[in-house]
């Protein structure tokens, strides 16, 4: 089936991935990222295994392996002197089916923010800054962006620990930390669960626009505040947007001028060159308010899978990417997964 309106149109898939069927896949919570090599071929995350896997354009499973993660959170692919790597922000908790779908570890997170080759070897790793709110605070990143060199870029790493104090963190291509940002730098106010973080380049190919400017600039996605807090690459506030028209913004791709965002609450909302609201896709906000949501309760008050999941209509996005020819790849959140793909028209 079709949803969308006019060029942004787009073809419903929601069973293209060849998951292995397993206990772990049916059961496990689903709460990671996705992201799109140079080869078409497309990176995620296992719902319930500590596993890595990569399917080629067809959904086929082309090959996977094991990694030391409680959850691939958030996935950020780069080219770093010609090789892809993978930058991981682990928030350091998942939810456990024999726990009735609590966190486990005594309710602390360890949280770990990790760079690793396409074979799952670690190549570094960045420390939680020492910063006074995280005395007794918990620390548990969400997202990573990078100022990559080979877009002009002078290899700076950024930090969104959206689940821990809303801070995001800013560290030099080194992995020494420089600075950090929390939303009272600007007239917007602090943040609250900045879930994902990314660096827009799309100004830098037109000169200057309405948006501020043509330098790219780094999006912060203020889940909890319902917004996107835009700041320029040394980490100054320049503008807010999306407060009118959003609810959970989660994650970002972009194609072109086009701007999607993940809505966690049941949607896509699709954007403009200047940021500018164009439509939602898959909206379903009404599912939302069912008890259990993103999945459902037993006559018991028991967390069970959701019986309500529709083609063409969105539970939960949550993970977020976009290949060369604009079709966007959605991992949802919730027990078992959805992995949907929807084909540009």
Same mark, same amino acid.
């Given at each position: 089936?079709?949803?969308?309106?006019?060029?942004?149109?787009?073809?419903? =898939?929601?069973?293209?991935?060849?998951?292995?069927?397993?206990?772990?896949?049916?059961?496990?919570?689903?709460?990671?990222?996705?992201?799109?090599?140079? %080869?078409?071929?497309?990176?995620?995350?296992?719902?319930?295994? =500590?596993?890595?896997?990569?399917?080629?354009?067809?959904?086929?499973?082309?090959?996977?392996?094991?990694?030391?993660?409680?959850?691939?959170?958030?996935?950020?692919?780069?080219?770093?002197?010609? =090789?892809?790597?993978?930058?991981?922000?682990?928030?350091?908790?998942?939810?456990?089916?024999?726990?009735?779908?609590?966190?486990? +570890?005594?309710?602390?997170?360890?949280?770990?923010?990790?760079?690793?080759?396409?074979?799952?070897?670690?190549?570094?790793?960045?420390?939680?800054?020492?910063? @006074?709110?995280?005395?007794?605070?918990?620390?548990?990143?969400?997202?990573?962006?990078?100022?990559?060199? &080979?877009?002009?870029?002078?290899?700076?790493?950024?930090?969104?620990?959206?689940?821990?104090?809303?801070?995001?963190? &800013?560290?030099?291509?080194?992995?020494?930390?420089?600075?950090? #940002?929390?939303?009272?730098?600007?007239?917007?106010?602090?943040?609250?669960?900045?879930?994902? #973080?990314?660096?827009?380049? &799309? +100004?830098?190919?037109?000169?200057?626009?309405?948006?501020?400017?043509?330098?790219?600039?780094?999006?912060?996605? @203020?889940?909890?505040?319902?917004?996107?807090?835009?700041?320029?690459?040394?980490? /100054?506030?320049?503008?807010?947007?999306?407060? @009118?028209?959003?609810?959970?913004?989660?994650?970002?791709?972009?194609?072109?001028?086009?701007?999607?965002?993940?809505?966690?609450?049941?949607?896509?909302?699709?954007? +403009?060159?200047?940021?500018?609201?164009?439509?939602?896709?898959?909206?379903?906000?009404?599912?939302?308010?069912?008890?259990?949501?993103? /999945?459902?309760?037993?006559?018991?008050?028991?967390?069970?899978?959701?019986?309500?999941?529709? %083609?063409?209509?969105?539970?939960?996005?949550?993970?977020?990417?976009?290949?060369?020819?604009?079709?966007?790849?959605?991992?949802?959140?919730?027990?078992?997964?959805?992995?949907?793909?929807?084909?540009?028209?």
């Amino acid at each position: 089936m079709r949803i969308g309106i006019g060029a942004n149109t787009y073809e419903w =898939q929601d069973s293209w991935a060849s998951i292995p069927d397993s206990e772990s896949a049916r059961t496990g919570w689903a709460h990671h990222g996705v992201a799109v090599m140079e %080869s078409g071929q497309i990176i995620t995350y296992h719902p319930g295994d =500590q596993t890595m896997m990569v399917f080629d354009e067809k959904g086929n499973l082309a090959r996977s392996w094991q990694v030391e993660l409680s959850d691939a959170h958030g996935i950020t692919l780069v080219n770093d002197g010609g =090789q892809e790597l993978l930058w991981i922000a682990d928030n350091g908790r998942k939810r456990q089916a024999d726990l009735g779908y609590e966190y486990g +570890g005594g309710g602390g997170a360890k949280g770990q923010v990790l760079k690793m080759d396409l074979s799952g070897k670690v190549l570094a790793s960045l420390e939680r800054p020492d910063l @006074d709110v995280y005395r007794e605070g918990m620390y548990s990143p969400t997202w990573v962006a990078v100022n990559e060199e &080979r877009h002009g870029g002078n290899g700076d790493v950024w930090v969104a620990d959206g689940y821990g104090q809303s801070y995001v963190h &800013r560290y030099d291509d080194t992995g020494n930390y420089i600075a950090s #940002i929390n939303g009272d730098e600007g007239d917007a106010g602090r943040f609250s669960c900045p879930h994902a #973080i990314f660096i827009d380049r &799309r +100004g830098t190919d037109r000169g200057g626009t309405d948006r501020g400017g043509s330098d790219p600039e780094l999006y912060v996605a @203020d889940r909890a505040n319902g917004r996107v807090q835009v700041y320029d690459l040394e980490g /100054n506030y320049r503008r807010v947007f999306g407060g @009118d028209f959003l609810t959970t913004p989660s994650g970002f791709a972009t194609h072109g001028d086009l701007l999607v965002i993940a809505e966690l609450r049941a949607r896509l909302t699709l954007c +403009g060159k200047n940021d500018e609201f164009v439509c939602y896709l898959g909206a379903n906000d009404q599912v939302c308010d069912v008890e259990g949501w993103p /999945n459902n309760k037993d006559a018991s008050g028991n967390v069970i899978p959701t019986s309500l999941l529709e %083609s063409g209509k969105f539970n939960s996005p949550h993970g977020l990417a976009v290949d060369p020819q604009g079709n966007l790849y959605v991992a949802e959140w919730l027990i078992g997964g959805r992995f949907i793909r929807l084909g540009k028209v």
